[in-house]
């Protein structure tokens, strides 16, 4: 489908206005996560001055190095579990034959193709 000038540049025009839509609020708390206490009133404004002390003032009283490293601890052996099941899993799929092993197989790439919001969604509702 071959596009004229005209709706290229149309086309263009949407999605700046959209993504306008979706950066300015990021540069709105941006601005507001450099801007020193005593001047953030709230709003979108653009700082006088840049302190970087706000940064260090959340990660110490939001306890963020600790999140951090039971994040990595969890996501390190996620992460080497995953591998090690999946190799394995893998092996039998490809080298043996027992018995609803095509089933299994077959519920295993439609476990692949579905999307984890499709997972993720009925998991809130319930929580």
Known sequence: MKLTRTERIVNQLILGVFALFA???????????????????????????VDLGNYGAAWTRGNFSSYLLSSVIVT????????????????AFARMKFFGSS?????????????????????????
Not at 76 to 91: D, E
């Open 76 to 91: 390190v052996a996620v992460v080497i579990l995953s591998v090690v099941l999946a190799t394995f899993a893998g092996y």
């Open 23 to 49: 950066v300015i609020p990021l540069v709105g708390v941006l601005f507001s996560s450099i801007t020193p206490p005593s001047e953030n009133h709230g709003g979108f404004a653009v700082p006088r001055s």
């Open 103 to 127: 089933v299994l197989f077959y519920l295993l790439l439609l476990g692949l193709t579905l999307p984890t919001e499709a997972f993720i969604i009925p998991l809130y509702f319930n929580m």
